[in-house]
């Protein structure tokens, strides 16, 4: 865990002193991403660099699982943290592999053990050690390139990584790649992690917690949804902008929102029985499922369907097929593509698990605005 408590830090300039921190205080848990936001000059890189003594505070205290930063040897608490910038700053006259593994040389790891790590790591991001192991970084591309820097940051295994605006340099297509392979290792690695962006779409996609600053002050600390839904004031407000109810897409879970109580016929059925099993509505709707349990049509009014007829004849082609642990953007998304009122909503095995309509993503919506 980090606690940053009444963190200051003020710079000599031409013009007299500068407040570039003020009285910062907030907690990240073990295990959590923290992104911090702002505009330029808000001071959110001077505390990051302040954590791994960079720079050091005027005032306040920085804890790392209890214990005062400023009680550490410096060098030894960068080696122990994982550090990843911009500009990346691989070595140019060293492989990938000693790229990688230069702080595992510092703490004096054997070569075997140091390239069985790098390899490891190069696996984690699919690129293949037989091919990248021995290359130079003027070789790989910009993304692969992030890529290894991020590898660097994690292959002594810290608990702790700093990352200062690490994607920011990457077209989006890439940037995109290497974000969900970093959120892919984070579900099993677990580390803490900081994270400077300038981007809110990233911060709201990668964090467990977003801070926003504003000339040094910190002016909200709070999960994405609620970051979007409870602004704390008129400049969080403004900061995220005009669309954050649709930005709050992103972080609501397509599972949470779907219908589950759906009755579940098959293709030869009359419709007849599903009318039987729903709870009524002016939008009952049913769902026709193959013997595997995989949705094959669906039926979005029950009540303007004839009972006699068979559920084969009326229903409507079941697509778009969403996944049950994509996000609420992403389901919408496909559904407005296809002009779809309903959709089936899917398990890994592409078994029907819920279905859901725009009746449940406005009432989502409106909920979330409903307690700010």
Same mark, same amino acid.
């Given at each position: ?8 830090? *003020? ?12 009285n910062v205080s907030l907690e990240v848990q073990a295990g959590e991403i923290c992104v911090f936001l702002g505009p330029s000059g808000c001071g959110k890189t001077t505390t990051l ?15 790392? &699982? ?13 080696? *122990? ?19 990688? @593994? ?54 002594? &295994? ?21 974000? &969900? ?19 809110? &779409? ?9 801070a926003i600053f504003k000339s040094g002050r910190l002016e909200q600390y709070a999960t994405p949804s609620k970051l979007l839904s409870r602004p704390a004031n008129r400049f969080v ?50 769902? @026709? ?55 089936? @909503? ?27």
């Amino acid at each position: 865990m980090i606690r940053l408590e009444q963190l200051s830090k *003020s710079f000599e300039t031409a013009q007299g002193e500068v407040q570039a921190v003020q009285n910062v205080s907030l907690e990240v848990q073990a295990g959590e991403i923290c992104v911090f936001l702002g505009p330029s000059g808000c001071g959110k890189t001077t505390t990051l660099k302040m954590i791994n003594r960079l720079i050091e505070p005027n005032s306040g205290r920085i804890l790392l &699982d209890g214990r005062d930063s400023s009680t550490i040897n410096p060098i030894r608490l960068r080696r *122990s943290i994982g550090y990843v910038i911009q500009q990346v700053g691989l070595f140019p006259n060293k492989t990938i592999a000693e790229n990688i @593994c230069v702080v595992p040389a510092m703490l004096g790891w054997d070569r075997r053990k140091a390239r069985a790590r790098a390899a490891e790591l190069l696996e984690m991001v699919s690129l293949d050690p037989r091919s990248f192991m021995d290359r130079y970084p003027h070789e790989l591309s910009g993304g692969q390139q992030q890529r290894v820097g991020v590898l660097r940051a994690l292959a002594a &295994d810290p608990p702790l990584m700093l990352m200062d605006e690490p994607f920011g340099a990457i077209d989006p297509i890439n940037r995109a790649v290497i974000q &969900d392979e970093f959120l892919r290792m984070q579900e099993n690695l677990k580390k803490t992690i900081i994270l400077v962006s300038h981007d809110l &779409d990233e911060a709201i996609k990668m964090a467990d917690r977003i801070a926003i600053f504003k000339s040094g002050r910190l002016e909200q600390y709070a999960t994405p949804s609620k970051l979007l839904s409870r602004p704390a004031n008129r400049f969080v407000r403004e900061f995220l902008g005009a669309d954050r109810t649709l930005k709050r897409l992103s972080v609501i879970s397509t599972s949470s929102v779907m219908r589950r109580d759906i009755p579940k016929v098959a293709p030869e059925e009359p419709l007849a029985r599903a009318s039987s099993l729903a709870k009524g509505g002016e939008d009952a709707a049913a769902v @026709c499922l193959d013997s595997r349990r995989r949705p094959i049509g669906v039926i979005p009014d029950l009540a303007a369907a004839a009972g006699e007829r068979t559920a084969a004849a009326i229903m409507q082609p079941a697509r778009p097929l969403l996944d049950a642990k994509s996000s609420l953007r992403t389901s919408v998304s496909l559904m407005l593509a296809e002009g779809a009122a309903v959709a089936p @909503c899917v398990d890994e095995e592409g078994r029907f698990v819920g279905l859901l309509s725009w009746r449940e993503i406005i009432g989502a919506m409106a909920e979330g605005e409903g307690s700010s």
